[in-house]
């Protein structure tokens, strides 16, 4: 894969991957949504798949985690964030409680002890309808889902980012936890209304 940056005439800041835009920094309020979300059921010990351009890792440091993991396969945006081309990326990775990783986040994850984590939050690609790296089908998949399942701690859980919702993915989601939930999230692209989509599983069985 190919990350670029780029700053808009607009002023927005842009993270592409192979030619395909991933996101920007003009609507960021599903990305704070996703740490919201496992804050608000007292997750304090997170694992993030998926940098981003931060936004998702801000929101945690600010709403008081313990502990963020980040797991980024690209290192130029971990690169991006140390010298801060990202603006107030240095400060991010720099803050105590933050642990960068580069790699496969499959691999990061599985790497964590059992039941170790309050929460894992996925934001990886736009889901799985809509990929722009067609490896990451494997993130949505069954078996890596379970993975995630068994690294949570018994009142867990585990959120995906998505561009749509996933009648699919909900179902892989129960196969492994005992409440699952789709929320739409409301945003404006371009003068149009749109909606991306948080998928949360609670409680591994």
């Known amino acids: 894969m190919t990350a670029h940056l780029r700053r808009r005439v607009d002023g927005a800041l842009e993270l592409r991957v192979n030619g395909v835009f991933v996101m920007d920094d003009a609507e960021t309020s ?4 996703l740490a919201q979300v496992v804050l608000e059921l007292g997750a304090r010990d997170v694992l993030v798949g998926g940098l981003g ?7 945690l440091l600010d709403g008081g985690a313990d502990r963020v993991i980040v797991a980024e396969v690209e290192a130029d ?8 081309t990202i603006p107030g990326g240095r400060e991010l990775t720099a803050d105590p409680r933050t642990a960068i990783e580069t790699g496969d986040v499959r691999d990061i994850v599985t790497a964590q002890l ?7 939050v996925l934001d990886v690609d736009n889901g799985p309808d809509f990929l722009v790296h067609d490896a990451n089908a494997k993130v ?11 690294r949570l701690r018994p009142t ?5 980012w998505s561009m749509a919702d996933s009648p699919t993915l909900r179902a892989r989601l129960a196969e492994h936890f005992e409440q699952v939930e789709a929320r739409d999230v409301p945003v404006r692209l ?5 909606s991306y989509w948080v998928l949360r599983g609670s409680r591994p069985r």
């Open 140 to 150: 949505y998949e069954t078996d890596f889902i379970e993975q995630c399942a068994t």
């Open 53 to 59: 351009l931060g936004y998702t890792l801000r929101a």
């Open 30 to 33: 599903s990305e704070r949504l």
């Open 77 to 84: 945006v971990v690169g991006w964030f140390a010298d801060d």
């Open 114 to 120: 059992p039941s170790s984590l309050d929460a894992i």
């Open 156 to 160: 867990g859980h585990l959120c995906v």
């Open 190 to 194: 371009q003068g149009r209304r749109e």
